[in-house]
């Protein structure tokens, strides 16, 4: 009796898990859609690419971009776009009203170079704007906020090599004293106002879909396209800079893996190191000339050259790693190859890759 009344225990238990795959897969799939995703200065190189991923993750109608220009990019035909300077309170509140976003990309920001150039739009926008976003998350009780922070957040007092989560930070210019800024008041929302907000100190991002928007690492993303056009590239670094550096398709799994994490994980609430590789022009020279032999560089420091000197040559990312499982997939060469792979047919070159 015993016997046949575990069989049938066992039977149940098997047709309740069948039964149970596609309900909890419904159920995962209507959170998703149950979401709603408001990217701001989506328009950039970061945000064209992330909100691809976005749309794809949880629907087209459900993911609104939103810049304060408008893009002819393909990818901003496929959902809803909205006209939004995050500097403009009142036009915020009118597309929070609106769409009720359970998350927030807040990704508006003026970058290395150009924040030096222009210093006080660079701290008013990268503050203010941050400013809105945090108080937003409060009044509108939006579920969860990232905010991209950067490694030039770290100075020239900072350990150079394998620079860890904490020590000395020292920036020294606009942008980083604004991402440093912007990091304390992160952690101040979480700790203080119960804001979920999660960050990430980017290293410079590379990719081939959209153009960079004026900052120190530019370089390892022209460098590309003039290996395929012109054969020379003319670097604005000297040959020895090493920086570290994230390709695109590491950086949305990272801003994606950290935003979908539960609470409990994410301990570090200011921003996390993150590395991808490391290398300085000469290297990534040598990479791209292993498909494209003749492809020369010229070296002109120009005033990036000090921005450059005031940031690591590497990160120690090993919390970002224990706490929330990164793992970054591509090296230089793994990125060269992919970089070419897709520039390519741009260009109308035939590579043998
Ligand atoms: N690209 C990198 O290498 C890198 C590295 C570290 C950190 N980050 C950070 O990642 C984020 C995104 O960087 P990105 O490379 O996409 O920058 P980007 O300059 O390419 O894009 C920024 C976008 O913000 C928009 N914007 C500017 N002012 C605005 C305003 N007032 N209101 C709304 N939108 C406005 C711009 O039109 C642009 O489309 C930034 O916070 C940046 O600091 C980027």
């Not at 809803?80 to 976003?101: A, G, H, S, V």
């Not at 006080?120 to 939006?142: R, S, Y």
């Not at 804001?195 to 290293?203: E, I, M, T």
């Not at 609470?263 to 921003?271: G, V």
Request: hydrophobic fraction near 40%.
């Amino acid at each position: 009796m015993i016997k046949h009344i575990h069989i049938v225990y066992a039977v149940v238990n098997f047709v309740f898990s069948l039964k149970a795959f596609p309900i909890t897969f419904a159920f995962q799939n209507f959170k998703k859609m149950s979401e709603k995703v408001l990217v701001i200065g989506s328009c950039g190189q970061l945000g064209t690419e992330l909100v691809e991923s976005l749309r794809n993750i949880y629907g087209e109608a459900n993911v609104v971009a939103s810049d304060i220009r408008k893009s002819n990019h393909e990818v901003f035909q496929t959902g809803p776009f909205e006209e939004l300077d995050i500097l403009d309170k009142n036009r915020f509140t009118e597309i929070l009203q609106k769409y009720q976003p359970t998350q927030v990309y807040h990704l508006a920001a003026l970058l290395s170079a150009t924040a030096e150039a222009k210093p006080k739009l660079g701290w008013t926008l990268n503050m203010d704007g941050l400013f809105n976003v945090l108080d937003a998350a409060v009044d509108f009780k939006i579920g969860r906020v990232y905010w991209p922070s950067s490694i030039a957040v770290f100075g020239p007092n900072t350990p150079v090599d394998n620079t860890p989560q904490n020590c000395v930070m020292d920036p020294n210019t606009i942008y980083g004293i604004s991402k440093l800024a912007g990091e304390r008041y992160c952690e101040y929302y979480f700790q203080k106002r119960g804001v979920d907000v999660r960050s990430l100190r980017y290293p410079g991002l590379i990719g081939h879909k959209s153009d960079p928007g004026g900052g120190t690492t530019d370089y390892a993303v022209s460098i590309y396209h003039d290996a395929l056009t012109t054969g020379k590239h003319n670097c604005f670094l000297g040959d020895h800079t090493m920086l570290p550096m994230l390709y695109m398709p590491d950086a949305l799994k990272a801003t994606l893996d950290i935003m979908h994490a539960p609470a409990e994980k994410i301990k570090i609430r200011s921003s996390y190191n993150l590395a991808g590789m490391s290398f300085n022009p000469k290297q990534i020279t040598e990479s791209i000339q292993k498909y494209i032999p003749g492809f020369v560089t010229e070296y002109n420091p120009d005033h990036r050259q000090a921005i450059a000197d005031s940031w690591p040559n590497s990160i120690d990312d090993s919390e970002a790693r224990k706490d929330w499982g990164w793992q970054p997939a591509y090296d230089l060469d793994a990125m060269t190859k992919d970089m070419l792979s897709n520039l390519a047919p741009r260009y109308s070159k035939n590579l043998s890759l």
